[in-house]
Each structure stands twice: as structure tokens, then as C-alpha cells.
């Protein structure tokens, strides 16, 4: 089950102390990383959890050397003769020369730390064995499939004799059975160390895939990315899905993540909600009225817990949040405890019709999101019942950056165009009342 993490007696690999990053010169509304400590040691596989935007990646560069944060301290720890431990890394999309065979790939690092020939030749065969693509050494990346592509990376990685490697999703790319063959394959090779590797540090956005693999879980918040928890995974390998302690762990999670997405409810006790000020997410109307008919139907009945939903769906956590996140926004389902509960207006949006669905999601629209309200009371209030979209970006990008500021005004703008609220034209990006009714 998942208790907080204690400290780990193993020798220590990496400390990370106080680290903080920000992009661009828009301060705090660039900040992706804030104030993140993290000790990676000996013999753990640890996985960074978290949706899309939340510094996992960025705190994994971090540690490979490849980012310099803007504040905080990055440390490989070296051993009792003084050397520190040596980084290879995994990228989610594969990252190979496209002109070389694979053998040319997997001896690239080993070239580059000027290895003779015949020894860079014998170890990159050995890499190449290890993970299963014996016979393939004289094949181009074209002639592979993904799951291939990805072990030739992974034999990259591992052929310099790494302490440490680091794991950018590296199977968010592939098929769910490539991915699950690979990742147990992974798994073998760890538990009867036929790697050099000392521990493993993986950046995953799917949690079961996290409770599968790792030692330890830091859950990440986001905007700024956050370790909002630290779960040990008391399991023992190989772990399987279907066991009740597995199940129980993955719906923890999901409770977790779940609770640092609920708004503090107001004086009266309802969710405080949104202001013209909130970023939302770019959900379309398709995918908040699927999971309404999924939550809906048999067997759920108004009420899924989100790791359900998961399954039954195929959704990850950067997919099934985001409109979970709309819905309750619209008052259309509540979060808690890792379940969505749909609401009376949501239950009775999926027994309507296209027009009574139309008009339900617009009355939500525009009492729930005052970004919407804002749009369509100035289109009333002008003679034109017009004004064009860039008038709210800037009014937007006075409480948020650039980035999210679009993709709050084409989040909105696809809601009030399917509820007929108000009408959008591209070409002279200009809301008006020219189609509703």
C-alpha cells in the first residue's frame, strides 16, 4: 500500500536540493519546476508521475545534465574511489540516426568516449544481444517497428555501462502489447542484474505502468510542477495487475490526484469554481459527452471510479483528467476520492436529444464559465454584436502566459460554438451573434 517514503539506506546516486526552472521572461507564468528535492540511490527504480506540463522531463534533463535549472542544485554523488555515477538516457521518441545500422547506433556513445574498435564492436553485439535484436545488427531504423526502434535506444543506453538511466516515457510511443512486452522484458533484465545500471529514473504519465515498475512513485502537481506526494510501492515482483493490493495501490493514486484537482468549495460548501481567470483545458464537447455516456451506462450508473474508466476506456491520466477536470468545471460531475460522480444535469444531458443536449451545455456554459458570460455579454452590449478574439487574449494574458491564454480562448470558443452562445470566425478571428439562436 502506499505510505510516505522513509529514508533509503543505500548509497545515494543523485541529490536533488531546492531545484527550480522557469523558460522565457514571463517569471512565475513560465516556471515549470518549484522547489523539488529528490534522493535517488542504489538498487530503486523511481518513477516521476504526473500530467503533461507538470517539469517531469525537465527535471529528468536536469539530471542528465542536459538543463541547467534556474535555481537549486543537481548532485552525482561519487563513489568511495571519487567518480561519479555516469547518465544514459532513453527518449520517448526514439532518437535514432536514420543512415546507420543498428550496430552504427548502439556504438555511437561508445565512439564518442573514444572506445578502439574492436572493443566498441564486441560490447555493442553484447548490447544488441541482451535486449533481444540479435540478427538485426546490419537492418536501418526504417526496416524496425517501434517496439524495436525502442530496444536499440535502450542497448544505446545501456552499452556505456551507465550507474544511472534515465527514462523519458519510453513506451508512451508504442502499442499497449509492444509496450507491456518491452517494459516486462526491462523488468527481467533488472531483476537478475544483467545490467550494468545501479538504479532507474523514469518519467510516466500512466500509473498503472508506474505502480508496475517502480520501487517509488513522486507524484508531480502542476503549473509549477511540484512533488505533491512520495509513495513507496510495497509490492513484491513481478507484480500483477489483477491482485486486490495492485488494484487498491492504482485507486490510491487516482484518489490522490484526483483531490489536487477539486476546488475549495465555497462558504456554502459547493465547488468555489471557475474566474475569468482560469486556465482551461482544451476538451472537446465529443469527449465530455462520451465519458457522460460511459459514467452514464451500466455497469457504472452515475458513479466510476477513475482507474475503471481507465481501463475500460484506454485512457491515460493526460487524457481521461483533462475532461473529468470539464466536467466538474460545468458542474457536470463531481470529483472524489478517485471517483466521478455525475450530477442530475449531467444524467439528464444523456438521456436528451442533440438540441436538448445543446441547450442544457449552454445554460451550464454560461453559468459555470465566467470566461464565457464575459465573451457574450460584450457581444450584447455592442450595436455590432460583435468584437474581435484578440481583445480577450490580452485581457487573458494579464493572469497568464501567452501559451495558456490561447488555449483558454480555443477551449471556450469550441464549448460556446457547440452550445450556439456565440458564433467564431477564423479568418477575421471575431466572435459575433451571427448563428445563435
Request: charged share 25%.
Amino acid at each position: 500500500m502506499a505510505t510516505t517514503a522513509t529514508a533509503v539506506s543505500s548509497r545515494p546516486l543523485v541529490e536533488v536540493e531546492a531545484v527550480s526552472h522557469s523558460y522565457g521572461r514571463s517569471g512565475a507564468t513560465g516556471q515549470v519546476l518549484d522547489n523539488v528535492h529528490l534522493t535517488l540511490v542504489e538498487d530503486e527504480i523511481v518513477g516521476l508521475l504526473g500530467r503533461s506540463g507538470s517539469g517531469k522531463s525537465t527535471l529528468l534533463r536536469s539530471i542528465a545534465g542536459l538543463i541547467r535549472p534556474s535555481e537549486g542544485e543537481v548532485r552525482l554523488m561519487p563513489d568511495a574511489a571519487g567518480t561519479p555515477p555516469s547518465v544514459s538516457m532513453v527518449f520517448q521518441t526514439f532518437a535514432l540516426f536514420p543512415w546507420l545500422t543498428v550496430l552504427q547506433n548502439v556504438e555511437l556513445g561508445l565512439e564518442a568516449q573514444r572506445v578502439p574498435p574492436a572493443e566498441r564492436r564486441t560490447r555493442a553485439l553484447a548490447a544488441i544481444d541482451l535486449i533481444g535484436l540479435d540478427g538485426f545488427e546490419n537492418a536501418y531504423p526504417k526496416e524496425l517497428s517501434g517496439g524495436m526502434r525502442q530496444r536499440v535506444g535502450l542497448a544505446r543506453a545501456i552499452v556505456v555501462n551507465p550507474s544511472l538511466l534515465l527514462m523519458d516515457e519510453p513506451f508512451s510511443a508504442l502499442d499497449v502489447l509492444t509496450a507491456e512486452t518491452l517494459r516486462t522484458d526491462l523488468l527481467d533484465l533488472w531483476a537478475e542484474k544483467r545490467m550494468p545500471i545501479k538504479s532507474i529514473l523514469i518519467v510516466t504519465h500512466n500509473i498503472e505502468e508506474a505502480v508496475l515498475m517502480c520501487d517509488r512513485i513522486l507524484v508531480f502537481s502542476s503549473n509549477p510542477g511540484r512533488v505533491a506526494a512520495e509513495i513507496v510501492v510495497d509490492l513484491p515482483q513481478p507484480r500483477d495487475r489483477l491482485d486486490p493490493p495492485f488494484r487498491a495501490l492504482v485507486d490510491d493514486i487516482y484518489a490522490q490526484m484526483t483531490a489536487r484537482t477539486v476546488a475549495t468549495p465555497s462558504r456554502d460548501g459547493t465547488p468555489a469554481g471557475a474566474t475569468l481567470a482560469t486556465a482551461l483545458p482544451i476538451v472537446s464537447t465529443n469527449a465530455m459527452a462520451g465519458l457522460i455516456e460511459e459514467v452514464d451506462a451500466a455497469p457504472f450508473d452515475g458513479t466510476a471510479s477513475m482507474a475503471e474508466l481507465a481501463d475500460s476506456l484506454q485512457l491515460e491520466i493526460d487524457q481521461l483528467f483533462p475532461i473529468a477536470e470539464a466536467l466538474q468545471l460545468m458542474r457536470f460531475a463531481d470529483l472524489a476520492g478517485g471517483d466521478v460522480r455525475l450530477t442530475a444535469s449531467s444524467r439528464q444531458y444523456a438521456s436528451a436529444d442533440v438540441d436538448q443536449r445543446k441547450a442544457i451545455f449552454a445554460q451550464a456554459l454560461l453559468a459555470h464559465v465566467p470566461l464565457a458570460q464575459h465573451i457574450r455579454r460584450i457581444l450584447d452590449d455592442r450595436a455590432s454584436h460583435a468584437a474581435p478574439a484578440r481583445r480577450f487574449r490580452d485581457e487573458l494574458e494579464d493572469h497568464m502566459s501567452e501559451d495558456y491564454a490561447d488555449e483558454t480562448l480555443r477551449a471556450v470558443t469550441h464549448w460556446g460554438r457547440y452550445a450556439e452562445v456565440f458564433a467564431y470566425d477564423e479568418d477575421r478571428d471575431l466572435f459575433s451573434l451571427d448563428n445563435p439562436t
